[in-house]
């Protein structure tokens, strides 16, 4: 299964929910554990079906899927909404109680589709909750108004970039570029290509919002 611990630099909570979309997977695997939760939306389920996975919830409006599968667990949606069938996977995990999302097949394909899942990383932080979209050659995480803390032994890069306006109060510790009490804007991609030293390092953020986007090789266990 390629994807193992998937994001090895920050410690993999009991119970993860799942988000399966209907991009293309790239080669990643839903490493469910006993406590996880995997929600195939819409033309995710073509996924789950063809890797053997087993959705504890199926949902969607079914355009991608083309049809309205006969499995236990289906809720349909309306096609007119306001919520996209990912939106609406993420507010059915919120609902049964988890606070880690691990978004599959939510980028490539359509930009809309994919610019609409990192907007949901922004959600899942409203809700209190964090998610991990992970892409083709990147993982990338929402950070707010927190820290996030990393072992020795990384190597690679990691960008941190301001996302929704204004980033406040930012450090960047035992990375190579340091920050202390910065400020980064979205006009300015000023964390573009950090590099991990192997050290312990630390990134956080007083108010706003940073991207965190990590490259694949230092996203696998």
Not at 70 to 90: I, N, S, Y
């Amino acid at each position: 299964m390629r994807g193992g611990g998937m994001v090895h630099f920050e410690p993999r909570p009991a119970g993860v929910c799942f988000l399966l979309g209907a991009g293309p997977l790239y080669g990643w695997a839903a490493d469910k554990r006993p406590g996880d939760f995997l929600i195939a939306a819409d033309g995710g389920y073509a996924y789950a079906v063809e890797a053997g996975w087993t959705p504890d919830l199926l949902l969607g409006d079914f355009d991608s899927l083309g049809r309205v599968p006969d499995a236990a667990g289906t809720l349909v949606l309306p096609r007119e909404k306001d919520d996209t069938d990912m939106l609406a996977a993420a507010r059915e995990g919120l609902k049964r109680g988890f606070s880690t999302f691990y978004i599959l097949g939510g980028t490539g394909g359509r930009m809309d589709h994919t610019l609409a899942n990192i907007q949901l990383l922004a959600f899942l932080a409203d809700a209190g909750a964090v998610g991990y979209l992970f892409a083709e050659h990147n993982v990338l995480r929402l950070l707010r108004a927190g820290e996030v803390r990393y072992p020795a032994g990384l190597t690679g890069y990691v960008s941190v970039l301001a996302y929704g306006g204004a980033a406040r109060g930012v450090c960047i510790e035992g990375l190579k570029y340091p920050m202390q009490n910065g400020e980064m804007t979205p006009s300015f991609p000023i964390g573009t290509s950090n590099e991990f030293l192997g050290a312990p390092a630390r990134v956080a953020v007083g108010e706003g919002s940073v991207l965190l986007i990590y490259p694949r090789a230092e996203a696998q266990a």
